[in-house]
């Protein structure tokens, strides 16, 4: 069956319903180009045997008549989600081959609407990193130019959408992991407000960002996972909103007419290259050409969010991670003397120097003497940074900029300079301190043919119009189809 | 403000992190990197600003939820314990802490 993976979630699941195709067959498939494709460095974990089962599951209850939305549709998942049938890592050494007794409530969630899991996705090491590269596994290569990286932290998830080894993938970002990923591998990302899904089972980052999402090649798809993945957990994440499981494809297709979209001007700054600014100039215009009003705002703190952000999540990392002392589950030292011996030497043998260097940071800020200065500061100057959106939003109905500061850079290019990697996630950090949804959608290529994302942000549980906002926009532009061209031309074969 | 190799072999000790002496320059390098990157935090102007925890506080009032404490799901001690480094007759064994 050559094909199913040129489907989008939504033609696949309505073949599968159709009986066009079984569940079985799609799994088959996937499972073969994932194969196929190993050297991209998308994947930590592929059970055929697990996969498979889950897809004959799937097509029993097709069978029987079960009318669950995404019955049969193979995604594959981000490997912060701790899941029973395959081993969880974060990434991480401190995690190699570790089992949860439990599936987290996103993965949970997603296989009641019927998902046949694909097998678990590369990502930087605990989800710190925005370049795949601080995976304690494998490098993961960006389709488009095997090269350059794909982005993080999500970047294996970005890596299996564009390159059509799976048709939707879940991701994680608590500073830019899901947008800036698909942004640089030309497909569709979205974080919900934080809270909308839920926290269990997911890798503790940064607990007050943390948020799942969902990656594919469409906004309709996105929304037919996002539902799927959302709603409250109460009892299991403290965290988790109220908020009502929402439908969020019913709104698809509505007018931009009076659609307000602001624009802040310290995102088209200096450090804005070139070619990333042309193709978000063009996607404006072309929202003006569907109705929309362009207004500019102005997001006077957008700077101060790198050094916020990398104070607040290293601080509630170093306290989640504290978790990882060789005692109930991961990694243990092999030699050691005392107690204290080996934390330290289990600690110092299963994390990487980006894991460490947070550790540390995070403990300094913390620490006695330090925590006013650094640790409240950046929570107070964190509500400035979401006051500020809230006097945005009084002007605006969404906000529109890129997504990042560049295209895809070269694998090593700033591998080892932390604070170069810091300055790239200067647009995808203020809605992440603020909790706002986001996203990413493909608006056009730069330097080397690199694509370009443009960045919607929403108000607070407003992610229905920015997948509204995504979709029209998809209607009118194809950028969203296109595919690397190693991948497009093995599918003209 | 400039840390000090004294200030990182305090903070690995906090952290229960071991450091080699080449990572220990190496991470004193990037950690005052970073913190020139903080500087200009430190100077806004918070005062009467309350610190955010929950992002969503900005809006509406989010209070801090607590579950009843009552016996919910079993627990599977076996399967709890079945990624545990060393592990016997149902205890999780570590180095001797009292003489």
């Known amino acids: 069956m050559s094909g199913l993976h040129d489907l989008s979630v939504a033609e696949l699941a309505a073949k599968l319903r159709g009986r066009e195709v079984s569940a079985v067959e799609t799994a088959r498939h996937f499972l073969a180009r994932a194969k196929g494709h190993e050297s991209l460095g998308a994947f ?38 701790v899941t029973r049938d395959f081993p969880s890592t974060a990434g991480s050494r401190m995690l190699a081959g570790y089992r949860s007794p439990f599936d987290a409530t996103v993965v949970a969630r997603l296989a009641q609407a019927g998902v046949v899991s694909l097998g678990k996705l590369n990502c930087d090491e605990f989800a710190m990193g925005s370049s795949n590269e601080n995976s304690a596994w494998h490098v993961a290569r960006n389709p488009w130019d095997l090269e350059r990286i794909p982005g993080g932290s999500s970047g ?46 997911m890798i503790a980052f940064a607990s007050s960002l943390d948020q799942a999402g969902p990656m594919a090649r469409t906004a309709q798809d996105c929304a037919l996972l996002l539902s799927a993945m959302c709603g409250p957990d109460p009892d299991r994440d403290s965290t988790s909103l109220e908020a009502a499981p929402e439908d969020f494809s019913a709104g698809l297709g509505a007018s931009l007419e009076g659609l307000r979209i602001g624009v802040p001007r310290e995102f088209f700054g200096a450090g804005l290259a ?33 050094p916020v952000y990398y104070i607040i999540a290293p601080a509630e990392a170093s306290s989640n991670l504290s978790r990882y002392d060789g005692v109930k589950f991961g990694h243990r030292a092999g030699q050691y003397g005392d107690l204290t011996d080996m934390y330290q030497k289990t600690r110092a043998e ?72 810091y300055l790239a996630d200067i647009f995808t950090l203020p809605a992440s301190l603020a909790g706002l949804p986001g996203m990413s959608i493909p608006c056009g290529f730069g330097a080397g043919g690199m694509p370009v994302g443009l960045q919607l942000i929403g108000n607070y549980l407003d992610e229905a119009r920015l997948l509204n906002a995504a979709h029209r926009y998809q209607q009118a532009t194809d950028f969203h189809l296109r595919a690397p061209a190693a991948i497009a031309a093995e599918e003209a074969r | 403000m400039s840390l000090t190799s004294h200030d990182i072999a305090r903070i690995a000790r906090l952290a229960r992190l071991e450091l080699g002496q080449h990572e220990s320059e190496r991470m004193l390098t990037q950690l005052n990197g970073f913190f020139d990157l903080v500087e200009k935090m430190r100077a806004v102007d918070t005062a ?37 480094p ?14």
């Open chain 1, 44 to 81: 930590l974990a592929i059970d055929e045997d697990v996969t498979l089962a889950q897809a004959r599951e799937a097509d029993a209850r097709l069978a029987a008549g079960d009318i669950a939305p995404l019955l049969g549709v193979p995604v594959a998942h981000k490997d912060i989600f």
């Open chain 1, 350 to 421: 299963g994390f990487g120097a980006e894991v460490k260097r947070r550790i540390m940071v995070g403990t300094y800020v913390l620490s006695h003497g330090y925590y006013d200065a650094y640790y409240l500061q950046a929570q107070k100057i964190r509500r400035m940074i979401a006051d500020d959106f809230q006097q945005a939003f009084r002007q605006c109905d969404l906000i529109a900029g890129p997504v990042a500061p560049t295209v895809a850079w070269k694998l090593g290019e700033k591998a080892d300079d932390p604070v170069a990697n």
């Open chain 2, 48 to 84: 009467g600003i309350e610190p955010l925890a929950h992002p969503l506080d900005v809006v509406r009032d989010i209070p801090l939820r607590l579950r009843e404490d009552v016996a919910g799901e079993q627990v599977d001690r076996a399967a709890n314990q079945r990624s545990a």
């Open chain 1, 156 to 201: 294996g998830s970005a890596v299996a959408v564009a390159a059509r080894l799976a048709p939707a993938a879940t991701g994680t970002d608590t500073g830019g992991s899901i947008r800036q990923p698909a942004s640089f591998c030309g497909i569709t990302g979205i974080k919900p407000t934080y809270g909308r899904a839920s926290r269990y089972g």
């Open chain 2, 86 to 99: 060393a592990v016997e007759r149902g205890l999780f064994l570590v180095p001797k802490v009292i003489e």
């Open chain 1, 274 to 306: 070139p070619d990333v600014r042309a193709a978000i100039d063009a996607a404006l215009q072309e929202y003006r050409g569907m109705g929309a009003q362009l207004v500019e705002i102005s997001l006077p703190r957008t700077e101060l969010a790198i």
